[in-house]
T-cell receptor, first 116, second 111 residues
Framework: GAVVSQHPSRVICKSGTSVKIECRSL??????MFWYRQFPKQSLMLMAT?????????EQGVEKDKFLINHASLTLSTLTVTSAHPEDSSFYIC????????????FGDGTRLSIL | SQQGEEDPQALSIQEGENATMNCSYK?????LQWYRQNSGRGLVHLIL?????REKHSGRLRVTLDTSKKSSSLLITASRAADTASYFC???????????FGTGTRLQVFP
């Protein structure tokens, strides 16, 4: 069964809207979750590392005020794309790393975000 | 960019043929992993090979790792139409849990 649940699977909304994406770890407590972004026919690019109970760590070039991450519990991390614009349209995927930071990572099914 | 390179970018074969994908990376690693992604879906973990291993098998999958050349290969034997997907290698940095993904190979297996 699924280890990670990501919701919603698809969002279509108008420019200027803020969109929240949820990532839930179903099988174990996750102190660390990762958020990735993937453009069509491209690879996954890490956006940020979500740490339970503390601030997220953002990769270079990722605006922390644009992509708000909240990891308030050991099973839930949320990514909010604030005031989304068409260039934010992409496929967003979360992953959960196992207990003690052991690989492999378990991925959600992704969220297709389309900003009109 | 620290991103790994994969080749070929795209591969089309007939059912029953073998498919080989190659991955090169840039940094020292703890392990290298291969993931599969069906169109519009998340990633599914296929196999993990540690930096002190040279070859690993899982069903129809065979992975090799050459740390001196910083390269790995994924072989899928006796391919099936259901193997059609994108395949990514990913390495984890020795200092963090972050994964650095390769550029991916899009595999198409024709029935």
């Amino acid at each position: 069964g699924a280890v990670v649940s990501q919701h919603p699977s698809r969002v279509i909304c108008k420019s200027g809207t803020s969109v929240k994406i949820e990532c839930r770890s179903l099988d174990f407590q996750a102190t660390t979750m990762f958020w990735y972004r993937q453009f069509p026919k491209q690879s996954l690019m890490l956006m940020a590392t979500s740490n339970e109970g503390s601030k997220a760590t953002y990769e270079q070039g990722v605006e922390k005020d644009k992509f708000l991450i909240n990891h308030a519990s050991l099973t839930l991390s949320t990514l909010t794309v604030t005031s989304a614009h068409p260039e934010d349209s992409s496929f967003y995927i979360c992953s959960v790393v196992g207990t003690g930071g052991r690989q492999p990572q378990h991925f959600g099914d992704g969220t297709r975000l389309s900003i009109l | 960019s620290q991103q790994g390179e994969e080749d070929p970018q795209a591969l089309s074969i007939q059912e029953g043929e073998n498919a080989t994908m190659n991955c090169s990376y840039k940094t020292s690693i703890n392990n290298l992993q291969w993931y599969r992604q069906n169109s519009g879906r998340g990633l599914v973990h296929l196999i993990l090979i540690r930096s002190n291993e040279r070859e690993k098998h899982s069903g129809r999958l065979r992975v090799t790792l050459d740390t001196s050349k910083k390269s790995s290969s994924l072989l899928i034997t006796a391919s099936r139409a259901a193997d059609t997907a994108s395949y990514f290698c990913a390495t984890d940095n020795q200092d963090t849990d972050k994964l650095i993904f390769g550029t991916g190979t899009r595999l198409q297996v024709f029935p």
